[in-house]
């Protein structure tokens, strides 16, 4: 009779606890018990260990599956945050790239209209000058900007340039027949 009441005092209480609520109380689970038992008889008892039946075991180990399962979802989401951050860094980069290249475009059309604005001016205040002279003395100036700036540079240590006469005919050449294309990509667009 004693050990039917004491199963049914733990039945009665147990199952409204959590696990760790059951391990802090268990003083108060005895308690119960022994409030029971002290109306069938007196005696003292001490709960000192709490054994776990096979199915009470079972649904410990179901406990730490799902925090298994858990941490394995946890680390499915951070993956996938990781994709997406490495997507939009991309993302991002061809962005940059893009606009970078809108902006050399700008750049070397704003160029080239300036350069034409200069020989046509000019040439119009300048008697006796072609456009084709004027653009050789614009190339020329340019030419030894470059070397300039080159030379002034702590950057660079070393800079093979050819240099003579013929060369800075066919620089100029070069940028020329370069203006020429640029000019009749903007007349046939």
Same mark, same amino acid.
């Given at each position: 009779?004693?050990?039917?009441?004491?199963?049914?005092?733990?039945?009665?209480?147990?199952?409204?606890?959590?696990?760790?609520?059951?391990? $802090?109380?268990?003083?108060? %689970?005895? *308690? /119960?018990?022994? =409030?029971?038992?002290? &109306?069938? +008889?007196?005696?003292?008892?001490?709960?000192?260990?709490?054994?776990?039946?096979?199915?009470?075991?079972?649904?410990?180990?179901?406990?730490?599956?799902?925090?298994?399962?858990?941490?394995?979802?946890?680390?499915?989401?951070?993956?996938?945050? $990781?994709?997406?951050?490495? %997507?939009? *860094? /991309?993302?991002? =980069?061809?962005?940059? &790239?893009? +606009?970078?290249?809108?902006?050399?475009?700008?750049?070397?059309?704003?160029?080239?209209?300036?350069?034409?604005?200069?020989?046509?001016?000019?040439?119009?205040?300048?008697?006796?000058?072609?456009?084709?002279?004027?653009?050789?003395?614009?190339?020329?100036?340019?030419?030894?900007?470059?070397?300039?700036?080159?030379?002034?540079?702590? &950057?660079?240590?070393?800079?093979?340039?050819?240099?003579?006469?013929?060369?800075?005919?066919?620089?100029?050449?070069?940028?020329?027949?370069?203006?020429?294309?640029?000019?009749?990509?903007?007349?046939?667009?």
């Amino acid at each position: 009779m004693p050990a039917l009441v004491e199963i049914i005092v733990v039945r009665a209480h147990v199952p409204r606890m959590t696990l760790d609520e059951l391990f $802090e109380q268990k003083g108060d %689970v005895a *308690k /119960a018990v022994l =409030e029971e038992l002290e &109306k069938v +008889l007196i005696t003292s008892i001490l709960v000192t260990s709490i054994l776990f039946s096979v199915m009470g075991t079972h649904s410990l180990n179901c406990s730490f599956l799902i925090a298994a399962q858990r941490l394995q979802l946890a680390s499915v989401y951070k993956g996938e945050a $990781e994709k997406v951050l490495m %997507v939009k *860094k /991309a993302e991002a =980069e061809a962005e940059a &790239k893009y +606009l970078s290249g809108v902006g050399v475009a700008k750049q070397r059309q704003a160029i080239t209209d300036g350069l034409r604005e200069n020989i046509v001016n000019f040439s119009n205040t300048v008697s006796g000058t072609s456009a084709k002279e004027v653009m050789d003395l614009i190339m020329v100036t340019q030419y030894f900007d470059t070397i300039k700036e080159l030379g002034n540079s702590s &950057k660079n240590t070393t800079v093979f340039i050819p240099h003579g006469p013929g060369h800075v005919r066919d620089v100029t050449d070069q940028i020329r027949n370069g203006m020429m294309e640029a000019s009749s990509n903007l007349v046939g667009n």
